[in-house]
């Protein structure tokens, strides 16, 4: 089953990066639902408010912004469709007035910081999108671990970054989660999210690799690590050396490498819990996956770098592998 759920998040965000090869634009007659809301014109539905209410007053209420799901598809669109079916999926023509528009931009780097302080993280940045924990962060991370459905959330803001004009907060999100599943090891119940969707959500190829690189470098035991391969992530040179750590200096002290723990529980290996629709709900048990296209061919094999499932050498997790390193 690990290699079943392995490759479900593998097609599932090879799907994004390659902007849904497979997808059939709705015709909306002119409608522009998710321009409308962003505009400040309508109410996300059903029973909700105008963004600004939003962006203004729902800052500090925790209970609200977990207890409510329909607000987060209406918050970061995306071209597929979730479960909330009053939510339009975005269409290429609201794509681009969102990425060309000053209000509508100011407003989606508001929603952005809302969620984050809602996770206990704040933008530090918002040129380069680093990324730091809030003050408050120790009790926003106990809800992250006990309530899982915010990492389907997490993958939906980051594709929406992706979609939407800021490709660049992306990696600097997806490095801070892997440095405190992997390295300071807060997040447990983050730390297989991290690895089977957000590292892979980042369209920057350079930066995902560099993102598995670091992963490599502190998964233990480093002989279960599926999402890079290993002889090249052995021969990889970062751009640049990661930042110090707290992890790290703490383990360099003890006189042990960074990371090196006890291997994992059986509960703890490899395998995501897998998304359904946009990333919002688990795919029920034994769920089949659909293909992307029409042909009779499968459509993964037409994409440089991701070999057919019965082709691949390590199972199914492995087209994690060549999607992060050769695409």
Known sequence: MTGSRNWRATRDMCRYRHNYPDLVERD??????NLSFYRNEIRFLPNGCFIEDILQNWRD???????????????????????????????????EVFKSSPEIQERFVRAYELMLG???????DR?????????????RFQNLNWRSHN?????RILKSL??????HFQAPLVRFFLEETLVRR??????????????FAVRCRNQRRQ???????????????VWGPPDKLRRFKPSSLPRPLEGSRKAEEEGRPAGDEPAESPSETPGPSPAGPAGDEPAKAGEAVKPFAKSGKPAEASWPGCLPHPALPWGGGAGLLFLAFSE
């Open 186 to 199: 807060e997040l447990p119940g983050v730390r297989q999210s991290a690895l089977d969707y957000f590292m």
């Open 127 to 139: 040129g380069t999108g680093t990324v730091g924990r809030a003050q408050n962060y120790q009790k």
């Open 211 to 225: 993102l598995v690189h670091f992963a490599w470098e502190h998964f233990r035991p480093r002989c279960k690590f």
């Open 118 to 124: 809602f996770y206990g993280i704040q933008l530090e």
């Open 28 to 33: 909306c007659n002119g409608d522009t639902p």
């Open 162 to 167: 992706g979609e939407l004009g800021l490709e």
């Open 151 to 155: 990492n389907l959330r997490i993958t």
């Open 61 to 95: 209420n925790y209970d609200l912004l977990e207890d409510n799901h329909s607000y987060i598809q209406w918050l970061f669109p995306l071209r597929e469709p979730g479960v909330n079916w009053h939510a339009k999926p975005l269409t290429l023509r609201e794509v």
